[in-house]
């Protein structure tokens, strides 16, 4: 649980960063805390056994802090904003910086994970327009390459999911099982 003394040094951040799109996760600390154990508990992951976790896109982390609270190993990758990682370090979150790219390579620090999570990152290409399909049928591959067996990808962008999902079926259909919900897509291993 966030502590008053947590809650008041992540309300801090906030000065003098006021046009930072990332200020939201300060102005109010335990809304998204309480946002993020929603999505852990819908997910299955409270009460669970101890999994690997990686968070792409992890932002301040409280996805992260709240999966560690409830004893899984979770690591965070992000790109990097003073935000973001000071976020993290009032957490007290593993976090490792990167950009996530339309090639859909990960760092190599990525490997064995038990769930791999990218929840409302805005993936984008340089010049601003958001990944379609392929982009991300790519990083999807990446990432079963690198989940245990048994293991999940949980992708839920901020955005409206406009894939066209039969068009990946010859890309990833014969590697994967894909569920499709409103907002949510969950790529299983086969």
């Not at 999807?140 to 409206?160: K, S």
Request: charged share 25%.
């Amino acid at each position: 649980m966030l502590t008053r003394e947590t809650m008041r040094k992540l309300k801090l951040l906030a000065v003098g960063h006021e046009d930072d799109p990332m200020v939201k996760f300060c102005n109010d600390p335990r809304h998204w805390y309480l946002e993020a154990h929603r999505i852990v508990e819908g997910m299955g992951l409270i009460p669970a056994r101890p999994i690997r976790i990686f968070d792409l896109g992890c932002g301040f982390g409280y996805f992260g802090y709240i999966c560690r609270e409830v004893h899984h190993e979770v690591v965070g990758l992000d790109v990097a904003s003073p935000l973001i990682l000071e976020g993290n370090r009032i957490l007290d979150n593993t976090l490792f910086m990167c950009d996530l790219n339309a090639l859909g390579l990960l760092p190599r620090i990525v490997r064995e994970a038990d769930l791999i999570t990218m929840f409302g990152v805005n993936l984008r290409h340089q010049n601003g327009d958001y990944w379609g399909s392929k982009p991300y049928a790519d990083l999807t591959l990446d990432v079963l390459d690198r989940l245990n067996p048994g293991g999940r990808f949980v992708i839920r962008p901020n955005y409206p999911l406009t894939w066209d999902l039969e068009s990946w079926g010859w890309r990833i259909g014969n590697w994967a099982t894909i569920e499709h919900t409103e907002n949510t897509i969950t790529v299983r291993p086969k």
